[in-house]
């Protein structure tokens, strides 16, 4: 490894998964102005949409996400084109 390119400023950081409200705790480097008390402790907070415990890939369920009508769009433009 290379010296004096890696951050010094490691400290164990919560990072919430929103979608299922898991939390976990790791060290990061990762500035926020959130904090969150855990176990008497306070420390800072990550807010993140997806995680190990609630991605597709890791619990084996499936999820179609479809914001704002992009599949249906997507058929009505290109899905009747070999009907001919």
């Known amino acids: 490894m ?3 390119i890696h951050p ?3 400290r164990f950081v919560v990072f919430k998964d929103m ?3 898991e939390v976990f705790i790791t060290k990061s480097t990762i ?3 959130e904090t969150i008390e855990l176990d008497g402790t306070t420390y800072p907070l990550v807010k993140v949409e997806i995680s190990n415990t609630s991605h597709p890939f890791f619990t084996g369920k499936a999820k179609l996400v479809d914001t704002a009508g992009r599949v249906d769009k997507f ?3 290109y899905g009747k084109r070999n009907t001919k």
């Open 19 to 21: 979608s299922n409200d």
């Open 75 to 77: 058929l009505s433009r």
């Open 8 to 10: 010094e400023n490691y």
């Open 31 to 33: 500035n926020t102005k």
């Open 2 to 4: 290379k010296k004096g």
